[in-house]
Nanobody, 119 residues
Framework: VQLQASGGGKVQAGGSLTLSCTIA????????MGWYRQAPGKQRELVAF??????NYADFVKGRFTISRDNAKNTMTLQMNNLEPDDTAVYYC???????????????WGKGTLVTVSS
């Protein structure tokens, strides 16, 4: 499985960015796809994921971020609005065939893309 993430960059607080993840290659069905992030000195954490057509969000992004998936184009996007300095992190897209809804840690990972939000 090969995932390619893009769309990171620098933005001021209150601004918006859109991250994209493309499934470049896969040999298994990827029913789950998600975004995770890792800030400097912190553990990687879940941001949002979609599984069997249902979107799920971490509390700290609800109402600000929107995850979507286009199966025809093999892509997933994360629309991030009203960004805050605490959103600064490396964002990773991930995918898997099956996940546990309560703990959706995924097997396949793309390289991260850096998001920097300045105050």
């Amino acid at each position: 499985v090969q995932l390619q993430a893009s769309g990171g960059g620098k933005v001021q607080a209150g601004g918006s960015l859109t991250l994209s993840c493309t499934i470049a290659r896969t040999t298994v069905p990827l029913n789950a796809m998600g975004w995770y992030r890792q800030a400097p000195g912190k553990q990687r954490e879940l941001v949002a994921f979609t599984y069997l057509g249902r979107a799920n969000y971490a509390d700290f992004v609800k109402g600000r971020f929107t995850i979507s998936r286009d199966n025809a184009k093999n892509t997933m996007t994360l629309q991030m609005n009203n960004l805050e300095p605490d959103d600064t992190a490396v964002y990773y897209c991930a995918a898997d065939s099956v996940v546990v809804q309560q703990n959706p840690w995924m097997e396949y990972w793309g390289k991260g893309t850096l998001v920097t939000v300045s105050s």
